[in-house]
């Protein structure tokens, strides 16, 4: 059964900080790509940020200079370091893996999501 449990999320003043974990199960980690999605109230969900099995990374023109993602194989952990916050980055944050594989197969799973509040 695959698994993506996402933690980190909470209230946080605007410029402050956040570390989300997203733990993968279930999976072969290290042949997913993973990634960061978005989702505020009455919009559509968006890319936040991706990280390939080779950790080359990707991130929406929004957050660039101020989030990182990153990815630890050993653990079958992804994380994304949330700095410099704004009150427009408040949404619902998603943890996804994507893999397209001629070989393996394509799969595409979604953990539950956590909430992440930028608020004073």
């Known amino acids: 059964q695959v698994q993506l449990v996402e933690s980190g999320g909470g209230l946080v003043q605007p410029g402050g900080s956040l570390r989300l974990s997203c733990a993968a199960s279930g999976i072969i980690f290290n042949s997913y790509t993973m990634g960061w999605y978005r989702q505020a109230p009455g919009k559509q969900r968006e890319l936040v940020a991706t990280i390939t099995s080779g950790s080359s990374s990707n991130y929406a023109d929004s957050v660039k200079g101020r989030f990182t993602i990153s990815r630890d194989n050993a653990k079958n952990t992804v994380y994304l370091q949330m700095n410099s916050l704004k009150p427009e980055d408040t949404a619902v944050y998603y943890c996804?893996?994507?893999?397209?594989?001629?070989?393996?197969?394509?799969?595409?799973?979604w953990g539950q999501g956590t909430q992440v509040t930028v608020s004073s």
């Open positions: 996804n893996a994507v893999r397209r594989s001629p070989i393996m197969g394509n799969a595409n799973y």
